[in-house]
């Protein structure tokens, strides 16, 4: 196992990866090219996608209805409810955001593509090798713990992964085959959404590394014109990176909402009477609430840095020596470099970053606190 978290893999390898991981929703942006034929096609799988987890929150919302009386029952209804609001969310927000998402995306595509030899290498070295096997893990986590829930049913001998309920006898076959296979599929949505979270940690990070590669290209300038040059491309990156903010921040929010309104859920199972197995149970989806969220907090954090950085690398050349129009130009990038390129969540919530992360949490468990003083009063 530690020799195969040593390997390394490549950039296209780690694309094609985050690509394979969501295409059970369909959720990589086509080209810009495509067919109508294809536009078409994908469209009407996103509404089949909707059109099937809206129906399976109508089968939990029923279960919570009819069974008010059971704490236990009620509270595994109402945790399956959260991941199926996430994945309609992430479909309302493909569609709002679908340009520029093919936008950014192919831009991703092509810039490393074409990307050179050396500076592949210091991609690889600053930033493949040190995520990729993070958001490896939480990729293959996600499908592996909805495979878990899957076969649940199978190998304890319940009738259904999850606990829903309908207007109709659903033990009997074939409306007990039908439910299960579309419980099933509904968990593939599931873990397919919440890849989204690579996807939209991908792209921050990859915005990160061309903010790192002007770095270095500004560090072995020589004269005006390799430095005009730079500032052109400084200049792209900006507004590049706008874009990949625009396009992160309404996914992002919707695994903020998601993840916290599933972590206070989880949090009254630890105070009331319910089985083992379920606190068991919950304390892995702990952990994967909070690893969502971290998910974003991270690259958001890098990217605030390395766009300050490109002020502080060009104020340390030899500008000293250069012409009145060299300092002037110098002068334009430093002012831009100031202002860094956030993460900004709507809704007058903060910015992404570890700082907010650390907050985040600390009004978790202010949460889990407060929930339990109400208790035991």
């Known amino acids: ?16 990866i985050v690509k394979l991981s969501l295409l059970v929703i369909w959720f990589w942006p086509l080209s810009q090219n495509a067919n109508k034929r294809k536009v078409l096609y994908m469209k009407l799988y996103q509404y089949v996608i909707t059109l099937l987890t809206i129906a399976a929150m109508a089968s939990l919302i029923y279960a919570v209805v009819i069974n008010p009386v059971d ?4 509270i595994k209804s109402t945790l399956g409810l959260f991941p199926c609001c996430h994945v309609i969310w992430n479909n309302l927000c493909r569609i709002a955001t679908y340009r520029r998402l093919q936008y950014v995306t192919f831009k991703m595509e092509n810039v490393y593509a074409l990307i050179k030899g050396h500076e592949e290498a210091i991609v690889q070295r600053d930033y493949i090798d040190k995520f990729a096997h993070f958001y490896g893990f939480c990729t293959i986590s996600f499908y592996i ?5 899957l076969v649940g049913p199978i190998l304890h001998d319940e009738p259904l992964p999850i606990a829903a309920e309908f207007p109709f006898d659903a033990s009997r076959q074939p409306l007990r085959a039908i439910t299960y296979i ?11 959404s919440l ?3 690579t996807f939209m940690a991908l792209l921050l990070w990859l915005t990160s590394a061309r903010f ?24 792209q990156l900006l507004e590049y990176a706008k874009e990949v903010t625009l396009v992160v921040r309404p996914f992002a ?14 949090g009254l199972i630890f105070i009331i009477k319910v089985s083992l197995a379920l606190k068991f149970q919950c304390v892995f989806l702990t952990v994967s609430g909070l690893l969502e969220v971290f998910m974003y907090a991270w690259p958001a954090e890098h990217l605030i840095h390395i766009s300050n950085n490109i002020a502080q690398i060009v104020f340390e050349s030899n500008w000293y020596d250069e012409s009145k129009y060299f300092r002037k130009n110098l002068q334009m990038i430093i002012l831009r470099s100031q202002k860094p390129i956030l993460v900004a969540l709507p809704c007058g919530l903060p910015s992404l970053s570890l ?12 949460y889990f606190t407060t929930i339990r003083l109400m208790f035991e009063e």
């Open 212 to 235: 790192k590669l002007l770095i270095e290209n500004l560090r072995t300038i020589t004269n005006i014109y390799d430095f005009m040059k730079c500032i052109e491309k400084h200049q």
């Open 253 to 266: 929010m919707g695994t903020i909402f998601a993840s916290t309104l599933a972590l206070i859920t989880i």
């Open 71 to 74: 704490p236990e029952f009620v």
């Open 145 to 149: 713990s909805v495979l878990a829930l």
């Open 1 to 16: 196992m530690y020799v195969i978290m040593q390997r390394k893999i490549p950039l296209r390898k780690v694309i094609a």
């Open 355 to 366: 700082h907010y992360y650390a907050s985040y949490l600390s009004t978790i468990f202010s």
């Open 195 to 197: 890849c989204i979270n």
């Open 182 to 192: 579309h419980q099933c599929v509904i968990g593939l949505f599931i873990a397919g």
